[in-house]
Nanobody, 120 residues
């Protein structure tokens, strides 16, 4: 079974930090683009950060403003999201994504999500 499993979520006070991890099993995603999305109740899922299969310059949603950093370790087939200076509005379920570099129609996988709660 192909799986992406997120970990590292939890409860943190505003201004604190968390590091999310996403491990893959069932196949390798070393040559796939990797992304993080998040979703809050009543809203659509939104893109947070992405990094290409080649490990080049990552792309961030504007609201990150330098607070989050995405990275990947292809040897471990794992992608990370370092989250600093967390705000209550960052509270959401965070989802790991693996997308075929040719486009989502060629392959698109999602994890179950991990809850991040930031208290004020």
């Amino acid at each position: 079974q192909v799986q992406l499993v997120e970990s590292g979520g939890g409860l943190v006070q505003a201004g604190g930090s968390l590091r999310l991890s996403c491990a893959a099993s069932g196949r390798t995603f070393s040559s796939w683009d990797r992304n993080w999305y998040r979703q809050v109740p009543g809203k659509e899922r939104e893109f947070v950060a992405g990094i290409s299969w080649s490990g080049g310059v990552p792309y961030y949603q504007d609201f990150v403003k330098g607070r989050f950093t995405i990275s990947r370790d292809n040897a471990k087939d794992t992608v990370y999201l370092q989250m600093n200076s967390l705000k209550p509005e960052d509270t959401a379920i965070y989802y790991c994504n693996a997308r075929n570099r040719a486009g989502s129609s060629f392959g698109d996988y999602w994890g179950q999500g991990t809850q991040v709660t930031v208290s004020s």
